[in-house]
């Protein structure tokens, strides 16, 4: 076979190649596109029911009517980041994901914010986390320490506190959270910062306590709960913990 003859033939070989690879392509995408029609257009992949889990605070119907999720709607068309994104703006979620069951079925797992303090914000109270976020305003204050003493700014739920004396709400918080990781918080009813040399808490309505100043927290109260446990339960008094040498005096 010549050489003019072998490139005629390897030339149709070529083409016959190129139009099966087109011809694969073009059948692939119709099969995709019957794939992709029946996912996101067939009635069996219709939001049938969507429940959520985690949530003990926020009920399961409020959070279904923010997520924005509809029955009925695909689930494939439905917007996992949109759903959360949606679910995030209440102030009592701290996380969420959302899971697609098939066929039809939608699961928001949530984590939520736990109420840690009362800030005392004029007649009304706000409501905060660990973190100082408000997750609402109340009228009267929740069975939680309350905090006093702060010129409050902002106190919008979902967002963070805001306070004129910044620095007394920060060691606030900081108090806050070391009365936490010591388990006090049930024992402790307020906590007053309105001077930051002469921090005082009230402990079960019978004890009195000078932190003092904001330096050496954890330590304080950590040394502060080891004296706590010395005391016995019908004593009432003032705890100074603001002396080199933490001292109770007695008062009952």
């Given at each position: 076979?010549?050489?003019?003859?072998?490139?005629?033939?390897?030339?149709?070989?070529?083409?016959?190649?190129?139009?099966?690879?087109?011809?694969?392509?073009?059948i692939s995408?119709?099969?995709?596109?019957?794939?992709?029609?029946?996912?996101?257009?067939?009635?069996?992949?219709?939001?049938?029911?969507?429940?959520?889990?985690?949530?003990?605070?926020?009920?399961?119907?409020?959070i279904i009517?923010?997520?924005?999720?509809?029955?009925?709607?695909?689930?494939?068309?439905s917007s996992?980041?949109?759903?959360?994104?949606?679910?995030?703006?209440?102030?009592?979620?701290?996380?969420?994901?959302?899971?697609?069951?098939?066929?039809?079925?939608?699961?928001?797992?949530?984590?939520?914010?736990?109420?840690?303090?009362?800030?005392?914000?004029?007649?009304?109270?706000?409501?905060?986390?660990?973190?100082?976020?408000?997750?609402?305003?109340?009228?009267?204050?929740?069975?939680?320490?309350?905090?006093?003493?702060?010129?409050?700014?902002?106190?919008?739920?979902?967002?963070?506190?805001?306070?004129?004396?910044?620095?007394?709400?920060?060691?606030?918080?900081?108090?806050?959270?070391?009365?936490?990781?010591?388990?006090?918080?049930?024992?402790?009813?307020?906590?007053?910062?309105?001077?930051?040399?002469?921090?005082?808490?009230?402990?079960?309505?019978?004890?009195?306590?000078?932190?003092?100043?904001?330096?050496?927290?954890?330590?304080?109260?950590?040394?502060?709960?080891?004296?706590?446990?010395?005391?016995?339960?019908?004593?009432?008094?003032?705890?100074?913990?603001?002396?080199?040498?933490?001292?109770?005096?007695?008062?009952?």
């Open positions: 076979m010549s050489t003019k003859d072998e490139l005629i033939k390897y030339r149709k070989q070529r083409k016959r190649r190129r139009a099966k690879i087109l011809l694969t392509a073009f995408i119709i099969l995709a596109a019957g794939i992709i029609g029946t996912l996101f257009f067939a009635p069996i992949f219709g939001v049938s029911e969507i429940y959520s889990v985690g949530n003990e605070r926020i009920s399961e119907n409020y009517a923010r997520s924005g999720i509809r029955l009925g709607d695909n689930i494939f068309r996992t980041q949109r759903i959360i994104l949606n679910i995030s703006e209440i102030p009592y979620v701290r996380e969420v994901s959302v899971r697609r069951i098939f066929p039809n079925r939608m699961r928001i797992l949530v984590s939520e914010n736990e109420p840690r303090a009362n800030v005392a914000t004029g007649e009304l109270f706000a409501i905060i986390d660990e973190r100082g976020n408000v997750l609402e305003i109340q009228q009267d204050p929740y069975g939680i320490p309350i905090i006093r003493g702060l010129n409050v700014d902002r106190h919008t739920p979902g967002e963070r506190l805001t306070a004129h004396n910044s620095a007394n709400m920060e060691i606030g918080i900081n108090l806050l959270n070391e009365i936490i990781a010591n388990e006090l918080s049930e024992s402790v009813i307020n906590i007053d910062v309105t001077s930051l040399t002469r921090i005082t808490m009230n402990f079960e309505n019978r004890i009195n306590i000078v932190v003092g100043d904001g330096n050496n927290l954890a330590y304080k109260i950590m040394f502060m709960r080891n004296i706590l446990d010395t005391i016995q339960p019908h004593e009432q008094g003032i705890l100074d913990m603001s002396l080199a040498q933490p001292y109770f005096q007695r008062t009952n």
